[in-house]
Each structure stands twice: as structure tokens, then as C-alpha cells.
């Protein structure tokens, strides 16, 4: 491993941890969000000012382009705007009497209301911005080493969960008046999204340890994936438990690749199966789980009360929208008093809402096309590295953990978390790096390249023993 690339990948890891250790809480708790954008601004700066040639493909250079495109769309909100323009806006009536009361009726204002919040939401963005240049500069040797960094923090958090729930409340990072089982987060479900999302990443990790045998590897995933299964019930989220059976089932395709084994199939699916059976019709029965299972509840949810005012403030701020980060007090404004809590709302509890009422048209336009991206990206990389090839695992991986984010977006808001912001950036690199020439063998083919590869000494001594008349 060249020295240049190890620090290459110290750096993407170092980043990735830090965002998955101190990033899983909001703006409530500033210090540990300020330390991860400065690591974040470093290792920016790290890739950047190094010599570098994105890897080729359309696909990368689209994800590039697009992640470009948003950093446009949040720079644009902020820049002032003459009173003929920022006046004829939607929504602009209360702000514009504001200025008139005030002596100022000609005031240039940014497009966002709420300008420092989106300055905010900039130096949030920076945070996948930079794990997706990291994990996309080391390339796919560096990009599966992150993976264990998630399988790592992924059975940490779970194991945090566990002793939160027996009581161990000094081991809560995030004081939000919460259940226990939040682990690593302030949200329990994130902390959950996450742990679904880590069970293919843990696979992964203890298939390639090679010191133990194979049939041993497999089982001791299997372990761990109930294990954290059993933790995703501790956290008491309905994301998490809907999201469970699609992590199980990629775990399962990981730890009994197809062409391993003549009943590696049925064994794959014959497993899944069993711990979907298990987690609907046994576990149900504990305290615990049955506790988790009730809040599926969905008249007692207050997010279908407010939804119809979000949607409302979409279409009156359409197509500019309000700005990144404005949605607490634009809701606040809109607010009708028979749904006024003693709590306020901070997020839309759907990250579409949110994001079509801060942005407007262009937001929306942005959200279909990176959806675009995953969906083609995603399905070309699987049709080239299908279950069974040896490159199969990491793209798998990153489909499930962005196909989980994007279903939980529809209600919660997991990506305005900055280790899971992080975490998609870095699945994102994943998919939007082209498979290698060992990715596209097939596993009996693998096995020989790579040896050929990892040892050409040895080749080169039995050439020599051929040459002296010797037999292998």
C-alpha cells in the first residue's frame, strides 16, 4: 500500500469516524456539529489540493455536477436581491410590510428569509460534500476499509443501545428527554435507520477476516446481524422496524454469496425468511418489542396534522421557496391555532415537504435528478457485479443504505443528521466509482486473478522450476 494512499485513507476514515461518532445529534447541541465541519473543512482541503483526476464515467461526473448544483442553489439563496425582484417573490407581502414599517422599503434582501440558517445549512453540507470527495479519491480498496469503520460504529451503537435500555443513562451522549436506545444519536430513529443500515456493512466485515474459517465467518454474521436486529427493537422506531427485513435480506445475500455453495440460495433466503418470521410472529409477544410495535399507531401521529400546512406553504412560496433551514419559523407563521402545541415543530417530518417548501422548483428538480442518478447507477452496477461476483458486496451496500434513507425521508428527516449525511456521501463514492477488473470476475475466476496478483513470486519460482525440467 503506497504511503501516499494510506494517509489518503487515514484521512477518509478519520472523517467518516468523527461524523459517526460526534455527528448524530441537530443544531440543539453546536459543539460536537462545529468539531465535525471542522474535520470535515480539513479533509476538503486535503483532497482538494492534491493532484487528482476524477474516476471516469458518466456517472461520477453526474453526481459531481449535481453536488455542484447544490452548493449554487445555496450560495444563490444568500445573495442579496434588488427590491423590484425580491418583492415580486411569493410570500414576500409580510417581510416587504416589515421594511415599509421600518423606514426601509427599499431594502436588497437575500432569497432565503432567514439568511443565517442557511449559512448553516452550507457549513452542514460540507460534511458529505468532503466524505463524498474522500471516499471517492481512495478509490474501492480504500472505500471497503470505510465500510468496517461502519460496521465498527454500527455494532458500537447497538451495544450503546442495549445498555441505555438496562438503564446505563450516563452512556447518553444527547440529553432530548428521549426513550432509551438511542445510542450514538438523539433521534431514536436514526439511531435505528442507522443500525438497518450497518447490517450489510457488518457482513461484509466479518466475511473478509480471513483468520477464521469461511463456514465459521458465516455464522458469526449471523449472529451479529441478529444482535443488531434485536437492537433496532430497542430503539423503539417504526422506521427501523419496517426498514429491518431489507438489511437482513442484504446481509443474508452477503454472508452465502451465490456460487459458494450448492444450497448457498436457498440457505440465503431460507434465513431471511426465518428472521422475518421470527421478528412478526415471536418477538412480538416480549414487553419490549410489543412496546416498539404499538407506536405504529398512526391516528395518535401529530405529523398528519401539520402536513396539510406544509403543503399549503409550498405553494405559496413556490416556485422560490423560503430558503435552507427557514422551515422552524416559516411553519411558525403559518401555524393555525387549533394544531399549536406546547412544543414547537422544528422539521416537516418529511424531508420532501421540508425541502420543496426551502427550495421551491429548483430543490425539486435537484431531488428528482439525484434520484435519477441512484436508480440507474444502482442498477447498472448491480447488472455488472449481480450476487456472486466478488465487487457484488459494496455496491449492494450502498443501494441498501440510500434506498433506506430515501424510504425514511418520506417521513422523518435521517440526512439533516450529519453522521448520516456523512454515510450516504460515502455510499454515493461507492456507486459513482466504476467496478474494477476483479469486481466484474466471477468468484472461481476472482480467486485465481487475485492470487496470481497478491503473489507473483511464487508464479515467477514455479516458472523458473519449470524451466529446470521439474514438475508442479
Known amino acids: 500500500m503506497e504511503k501516499s494512499f494510506r494517509r489518503d485513507v487515514w484521512v477518509a476514515g478519520g472523517l467518516l469516524s468523527v461524523a459517526l461518532l460526534l455527528g448524530g445529534g441537530s443544531l440543539l447541541f453546536p459543539i460536537y456539529r462545529m468539531v465535525v465541519e471542522i474535520v470535515a473543512v ?5 483532497f482538494c489540493l492534491r493532484p487528482w483526476i476524477a474516476p471516469p464515467g458518466l456517472s461520477a461526473r453526474f453526481a459531481v455536477a449535481l453536488l455542484v448544483a447544490i452548493v449554487f442553489l445555496i450560495v444563490l439563496q444568500l445573495i442579496p436581491l434588488p427590491p423590484s425582484i425580491w418583492q415580486a417573490l411569493p410570500g414576500r407581502e409580510v417581510p ?5 414599517a421600518v423606514g426601509e422599503p427599499d431594502r436588497w434582501a437575500p432569497l432565503s428569509l432567514t439568511p443565517s440558517s442557511t ?6 453540507f460540507l460534511v458529505p460534500l468532503a466524505a463524498f470527495v474522500a471516499a471517492l479519491r481512495i478509490g474501492r480498496p480504500g472505500q471497503l476499509l470505510l465500510l468496517k ?5 454500527g455494532l458500537l451503537n447497538g451495544l450503546l443501545v442495549v445498555l441505555q435500555f438496562q438503564g446505563f443513562s450516563r452512556l447518553t451522549f ?3 428527554g428521549s426513550l432509551p ?3 450514538l444519536f438523539a433521534n431514536k430513529n436514526h439511531s435505528a435507520v442507522f443500525l438497518v443500515a450497518a447490517m450489510p456493512a457488518a457482513a461484509f466485515a466479518v466475511m473478509t477476516w480471513q483468520r477464521i474459517e469461511q463456514r465459521v465467518r458465516r455464522w458469526v454474521g449471523v449472529a451479529l446481524i441478529g444482535f443488531l436486529a434485536l437492537t433496532v427493537f430497542g430503539c423503539l422506531s417504526r422506521a427501523g422496524l419496517a426498514l429491518m427485513p431489507f438489511g437482513i435480506l442484504v446481509s443474508a445475500m452477503i454472508l452465502f454469496p451465490r456460487g459458494a455453495g450448492s444450497r448457498a440460495t436457498l440457505i440465503a433466503f431460507g434465513i431471511s425468511a426465518a428472521a422475518v418470521t421470527l421478528l412478526v410472529v415471536v ?10 410495535l404499538n407506536r405504529f399507531d398512526a391516528a395518535s401521529d401529530l405529523r398528519y396534522s401539520f402536513w396539510p400546512v406544509v403543503v399549503q406553504g409550498v405553494q405559496d412560496f413556490f416556485p422560490a421557496g423560503t430558503g435552507l433551514g427557514s422551515f422552524k419559523q416559516i411553519f411558525a407563521s403559518l401555524e393555525p391555532l387549533e394544531i399549536v402545541q406546547p412544543r414547537y415543530i422544528n422539521h416537516a417530518h418529511s424531508d420532501y415537504m421540508e425541502l420543496a417548501l426551502e427550495t ?17 447507477t444502482a442498477a447498472l452496477r448491480l447488472r455488472r457485479c449481480w450476487w456472486g461476483r466478488p465487487g457484488f458486496a459494496p455496491i449492494a451496500i450502498a443501494t441498501a443504505g440510500i434506498t433506506e434513507f430515501l424510504l425514511h425521508s418520506a417521513l422523518d428527516y435521517p440526512l439533516r443528521t450529519l453522521a448520516l449525511a456523512a454515510l450516504t456521501g460515502v455510499y454515493c463514492a461507492i456507486l459513482a466509482t466504476p467496478p474494477t477488473e476483479l469486481d466484474l470476475q466471477t468468484p472461481r475466476r476472482y480467486r485465481r486473478v487475485k492470487r496470481e496478483r497478491m503473489a507473483p513470486a511464487e508464479g515467477t519460482a514455479a516458472a523458473i522450476g519449470d524451466s529446470n525440467g521439474h514438475s508442479r
Open 283 to 292: 418477538l412480538p409477544q416480549t414487553a419490549v418489542v410489543g412496546s416498539a
Open 149 to 153: 469503520i461502519v460496521a465498527a460504529v
Open 360 to 376: 421551491g422548483l429548483a430543490g425539486i428538480v435537484l431531488i428528482l435528478c439525484f434520484i435519477v442518478w441512484f436508480i440507474v
Open 42 to 46: 480539513g479533509a476538503l482541503a486535503w
Open 174 to 176: 444527547y440529553m432530548t
Open 96 to 100: 416587504t410590510a416589515v421594511f415599509t
Open 181 to 183: 436506545g438511542v445510542g
Open 119 to 124: 449559512r448553516d445549512t452550507l457549513a452542514f
